[in-house]
């Protein structure tokens, strides 16, 4: 599976900005996909989830300011990211697991950077 992630840029304190990840590849239709981020000297983490179904999950920082949600006819995920703020300047990666296979398999987009400027 390959991941093409798209959509970051600068963009003032209060801003938005819509990150977009289209899939490619052997996609099993039940996987689910999300959107990660690592900011400069600290550890990637996970900022929304969702699953095949549409359920989706949230770091609590982002929750009410960012959505994120899937067109699996064209295997793709977006992260709407709403009343951005300087702490959410990072590096995002998207992210593609399975989770029935066995061994699991993970891939990641080459990331994209957002940066908020106050």
């Known amino acids: 599976v390959q991941l093409q992630a798209s959509g970051g840029g600068l963009v003032q304190a209060g801003g938005s900005l819509r990150l977009s990840c289209a899939a490619s590849?052997?996609?099993?239709?039940?996987?689910?996909m999300g959107w990660y981020r690592q900011a400069p000297g600290k550890e990637r983490e996970l900022v929304a989830a969702?699953?095949?179904?549409?359920?989706?999950n949230y770091v609590g920082s982002v929750k009410g300011r960012f959505t994120i949600s899937r067109d699996n006819a064209k295997n793709t995920i977006y992260l709407q990211m709403n009343m951005l703020k300087p702490e959410d300047t990072a590096v995002h990666y998207c992210?593609?697991?399975?989770?029935?296979?066995?061994?699991?398999?993970?891939?990641w987009g080459q990331g994209t950077l957002v940066t908020v400027s106050s």
């Open positions: 992210k593609y697991w399975t989770i029935a296979a066995a061994p699991q398999y993970i891939a």
């Open positions: 590849g052997n996609i099993l239709s039940d996987s689910p």
């Open positions: 969702i699953t095949a179904a549409g359920r989706t």
